[in-house]
C-alpha cells in the first residue's frame, strides 16, 4: 500500500489550504494512504481532500490525546513525542510532499532527505537539494507518484 506524507504549515491561508485540499484528493483517487501530522492548517486540509475523496487519512500526532487530530483524521496515532514525532511520520512514507510551512516543515524535509525519502516541494522551502519542486498540486500528486521506490 502506497503511503503518502504531507507536511506543511499548521497554519495557512486559504490558497494553501486549497491547494493542499487539491493535493489530498489526488491521493485519495490514486488508492494511497495519506499520512500527516494530524493537526490543522495544511495537515486538516490535505486530510479533508483525501477524506471526502473515499480515501484513508492517517495522523501521527505530537500530543497524547487522539482527540487532538483534526476531524478528517481516520486513524490517529498518539505518540507523546512533540516534534520528534516528524521521526515517525517521515519514516512511515514512501514520498513526502511539503506544501508552505515554517520551520517545522524544514525538519521533516530534512528528516526525509536524511532517510534518503523523495520530497516533492510545493510553494515551500526554496533552494534544498534534492527537492523536486513543482507549481501546482496536480504536478504535486503527479510528481509524488512518479518518485515512488
Known amino acids: ?19 493542499a485540499e487539491e493535493v489530498g484528493r489526488r491521493i485519495a483517487e490514486h488508492k494511497a494512504v495519506l499520512y500527516c501530522g494530524g493537526l490543522g492548517g495544511v495537515m486538516e486540509a490535505a486530510a479533508k481532500g483525501a477524506a471526502e475523496a473515499g480515501g484513508i487519512t492517517v495522523g501521527i500526532l505530537p500530543g497524547s490525546k487522539a482527540t487532538d487530530a483534526n476531524q478528517y483524521i481516520q486513524i490517529p496515532v498518539v505518540t507523546g513525542m512533540g516534534h520528534a ?8 512514507c514512501d514520498v513526502l510532499i511539503a506544501i508552505s510551512g515554517s520551520h517545522g ?3 521533516e524535509i530534512a528528516l526525509a532527505l536524511k532517510m534518503w525519502k523523495p520530497v516533492v516541494g510545493l510553494q515551500t522551502w526554496k533552494h534544498l537539494p ?20
Do not use: W
Open 1 to 19: 500500500m502506497t503511503k503518502i506524507g504531507i507536511i506543511g504549515a499548521g497554519l495557512c491561508d486559504p490558497s494553501i489550504s486549497a491547494l
Open 85 to 92: 514525532r516528524n521521526v515517525i511520520l517521515v519514516r512511515s
Open 105 to 107: 516543515t524544514l525538519s
Open 130 to 149: 534534492e527537492v523536486h519542486y513543482v507549481k501546482s498540486a496536480k504536478e504535486a500528486a503527479e510528481k509524488a507518484f512518479a518518485l515512488l521506490p
